[in-house]
């Protein structure tokens, strides 16, 4: 098993542009992640999914939006990214098992936004 | 709401002495706790987990954390520091298993 996997690692944009990150997991979880990480700050969760079809807001949700057209796959959308958007983003997901909860974490997406 | 207060921002120990980590929580359900280890340019690694079942739980790499409901805390320890647990740690609570609520990180540095 590949576990969480993200695409890219690296990216660079312009102010304006938009782009896509990628999220997958083959471990047939039904939740799914998306957190932004900034120093000092922790991990803040910006949108997650509860299942196929499904999206909610997190913490930090605005300049974002989120698709789940896939079970194992969480899409992360920045329509015009903004330097203030310039984070690691994590995506990670989970299975509830009775009350054996845990998140599984992909290695990252470094995004800087100029 | 649920929150996660994680006390000091940077630990610094010598290698071969003890870790403590501290970490107190609110949540209006008895909620699970887990502590994550993250290395440098890694992404997040679960150490251990409260899910309600023993007090004293026991993770990876020798670190254990015991859940005190009445101090709403769930401090990481580890009896001898390694150089290899330089890292940076956070302390998450789950209410109902859906949302992860995390602290905002303690960095363990090691010393030789």
């Known amino acids: 098993n590949a576990g969480v996997t993200q695409t890219p690692k690296f990216r660079v944009l312009k102010t304006g542009q938009s782009m896509t990150l990628l999220c997958a997991q083959d471990?047939?979880?039904?939740?799914m992640y998306w957190y932004r990480q900034d120093p000092g700050m922790g991990l803040r969760l910006i949108h997650y999914?509860?299942?196929?079809?499904?999206?909610a807001k997190g913490e930090v949700p605005d300049g974002y939006n989120v698709s789940r057209l896939k079970k194992q796959n969480f899409l992360l959308g920045l329509e015009s990214a903004a330097p203030s958007q310039t984070s690691v983003y994590f995506c990670?997901?989970?299975?509830?098992?009775?009350?054996?909860?845990?998140?599984?974490f992909g290695p990252g997406t470094r995004l800087l936004v100029l | 709401a649920q929150s996660v207060t994680q006390l000091d921002s940077h630990v610094s120990v010598s290698e071969g002495t003890p870790v403590l980590l501290r970490c107190n929580y609110s949540?209006?359900?008895?909620?699970?706790l887990f502590w994550y280890v993250q290395h440098p340019n890694k992404g997040l690694q679960l150490l251990l987990k409260?899910?309600?079942?023993?007090?004293l739980v026991k993770g990876i790499n020798g670190f254990e954390a015991e859940f005190k409901k009445s101090e709403t805390s769930f401090h990481l320890t580890k009896p001898s520091a390694h150089m290899s647990d330089a890292a940076e740690y956070f302390c998450?609570?789950?209410?109902?298993?859906?949302?992860?609520?995390f602290g905002p990180g303690t960095r363990l540095s090691v010393l030789p």
């Open positions: 990670a997901s989970s299975s509830i098992q009775g009350s054996q909860e845990t998140q599984y």
């Open positions: 949540s209006s359900y008895s909620p699970s």
């Open positions: 999914s509860v299942g196929e079809g499904t999206t």
């Open positions: 409260y899910t309600s079942a023993a007090t």
């Open positions: 471990m047939n979880h039904e939740y």
């Open positions: 998450v609570v789950s209410p109902y298993g859906q949302n992860f609520v």
